[in-house]
C-alpha cells in the first residue's frame, strides 16, 4: 500500500500543463492572422514601377534609333513616357508626334516613337525638326 499512495504523491507533484493566459492567446492569434494577411500580399504585384529608361539619346534630324529595351511581359501593362528637349526650349513636346509645319510641303518637326513590343521600340525625329535634339523613353509597368 505504501508503493501506490507513494505514486500518487508523484502524479500530484508533477507539473501539469497550463493554458496560457487570455491576453497571450488572443495577442499569438492576432499576430497570426497578421502573418496571414503579409504572405497574402506578397503573392501581389507592387505597384508602378520603372522597368526601363533610355537615358537622353541625341537624334539627328530624320534620323531612326531602334532602343532594345527587353522589358517582357504584357504590353498591356506598359506606361510609356516619351519626352524630347532641345538647347533652346529645354525639355518640351513640341511636335510630340510629328506636326506638319505650315502645311506638308514646308516640312514635319517634332519626335515619335513606334512598333513598341516587349523587347524594343523605335524613335524617330522628323526631317525638318529644330526642337527636338534628345529623346527620352521611359517604360512603367504595373
Same mark, same amino acid.
Given at each position: 500500500?505504501? $508503493?501506490?499512495? !507513494?505514486?500518487?504523491?508523484? =502524479?500530484?507533484?508533477?507539473?501539469?500543463?497550463?493554458?496560457?493566459p487570455?491576453?497571450?492567446?488572443?495577442? !499569438?492569434a492576432? =499576430?497570426?492572422?497578421?502573418?496571414?494577411?503579409l504572405?497574402?500580399?506578397?503573392?501581389? /504585384?507592387?505597384?508602378?514601377?520603372?522597368? +526601363?529608361?533610355?537615358?537622353?539619346?541625341?537624334? /539627328?534630324k530624320?534620323?531612326?534609333?531602334? =532602343?532594345? %529595351?527587353?522589358?517582357g511581359? *504584357?504590353q498591356?501593362?506598359?506606361?510609356?513616357?516619351f *519626352?524630347?528637349?532641345?538647347?533652346? %526650349?529645354?525639355?518640351?513636346?513640341?511636335? +510630340?508626334?510629328?506636326?506638319?509645319? *505650315?502645311?506638308?510641303?514646308?516640312?514635319?518637326t517634332?519626335? +515619335?516613337? +513606334?512598333g513598341? *513590343?516587349?523587347?524594343? $521600340?523605335? =524613335?524617330?525625329r522628323?526631317?525638318?525638326d529644330?526642337f527636338? %535634339?534628345?529623346?527620352?523613353?521611359?517604360?512603367?509597368?504595373?
Amino acid at each position: 500500500m505504501f $508503493v501506490p499512495m !507513494l505514486f500518487a504523491a508523484a =502524479l500530484a507533484l508533477t507539473p501539469q500543463p497550463q493554458s496560457a493566459p487570455a491576453s497571450v492567446e488572443s495577442r !499569438l492569434a492576432a =499576430l497570426e492572422a497578421r502573418v496571414a494577411e503579409l504572405e497574402a500580399r506578397a503573392t501581389q /504585384k507592387a505597384g508602378p514601377v520603372l522597368a +526601363y529608361d533610355s537615358g537622353w539619346v541625341s537624334v /539627328k534630324k530624320g534620323e531612326e534609333i531602334q =532602343l532594345t %529595351h527587353g522589358v517582357g511581359g *504584357d504590353q498591356d501593362h506598359y506606361i510609356v513616357l516619351f *519626352d524630347t528637349r532641345s538647347q533652346t %526650349h529645354g525639355q518640351n513636346h513640341i511636335g +510630340y508626334g510629328g506636326r506638319a509645319l *505650315d502645311g506638308i510641303t514646308a516640312g514635319y518637326t517634332g519626335a +515619335y516613337y +513606334y512598333g513598341l *513590343d516587349t523587347e524594343t $521600340v523605335t =524613335l524617330r525625329r522628323a526631317t525638318d525638326d529644330t526642337f527636338c %535634339h534628345e529623346l527620352r523613353l521611359r517604360i512603367v509597368t504595373y
